[in-house]
Antibody, heavy 120, light 107 residues
Framework: QVQLEESGPGLVKPSETLSLTCTVSGGSVSSGHYFWNWLRQPAGKGLEWIGY???????NYNPSLKSRVTISADTSKNQFSLKLSSVTAADTAIYYCARSIEGKLTTQYWGQGTLVTVSS | AIQVTQSPSSLSASIGDRVTVTCRASQDIGNDLGWYQQKPGKAPKLLIY???RLQIGVPSRFSGSRSGTDFTLTISSLQPEDFATYYC?????????FGGGTKVEIK
């Protein structure tokens, strides 16, 4: 069974870049027709999709965040990463990484989530 | 962008009740909708995908259906472990959007 684990700083200053990594076990980020996603959830609020990287390396982002987001993969470490630039307090949230069902974008396996707070 | 409107935002129900949650898509998305259960402090758990396909390991009291752009999650007989927040997620055209969530509480 696939397992995902998010890691990265829990505190980021306003205007700086948020960087998170998702480490994958039990599966490969570079094989199978899977989408590897980042999502987030502000405290007490709903879920927001940030974007994905496909096993082939293709990416797609939420239009509302596209200008600030980069998702990349390191196949040698079986990880994929999120960079979100120019953060503000509105970016404070629990960030999740997730893998899709094969051939569909529907997210199937999720990490446990990591809280990122934007504050000076 | 495709919007998904979920209703109700909350409901109170008793053990054994039949519970339904609805999502309406702003355009035709075919069967590209899933349902998730989220408990406090936990990641969402996939229950239903492709509108009506039960994820492996999910109890059969959960079911999903579609009528046009309207999608329904039904819990046939509510159990204590089902008190949670439920979200729909559409994945049409390689973009994900979520409904606002439905919190199912104990009456």
């Amino acid at each position: 069974q696939v397992q995902l684990e998010e890691s990265g700083p829990g505190l980021v200053k306003p205007s700086e870049t948020l960087s998170l990594t998702c480490t994958v076990s039990g599966g490969s980020v570079s094989s199978g027709h899977y989408f590897w996603n980042w999502l987030r959830q502000p405290a007490g609020k709903g879920l927001e999709w940030i974007g994905y990287i496909y096993y082939s390396g293709d990416t797609n982002y939420n239009p509302s965040l596209k200008s600030r987001v980069t998702i990349s993969a390191d196949t040698s470490k079986n990880q994929f990463s999120l960079k979100l630039s120019s953060v503000t307090a509105a970016d404070t949230a629990i960030y999740y990484c997730a893998r899709s069902i094969e051939g569909k974008l529907t997210t199937q396996y999720w990490g446990q989530g990591t809280l990122v707070t934007v504050s000076s | 962008a495709i919007q998904v409107t979920q209703s109700p935002s909350s409901l109170s129900a008793s053990i054994g009740d039949r519970v339904t949650v609805t999502c309406r898509a702003s355009q035709d998305i075919g069967n590209d909708l899933g349902w998730y259960q989220q408990k406090p402090g936990k990641a969402p758990k996939l229950l239903i995908y492709a509108a009506s396909r039960l994820q492996i390991g999910v109890p059969s009291r959960f079911s999903g259906s579609r009528s046009g752009t309207d999608f329904t999650l039904t819990i046939s007989s509510l159990q204590p472990e089902d008190f949670a927040t439920y979200y729909c997620q559409q994945d049409y055209n390689y973009v994900l959007t979520f409904g606002g969530g439905t919190k199912v509480e104990i009456k």
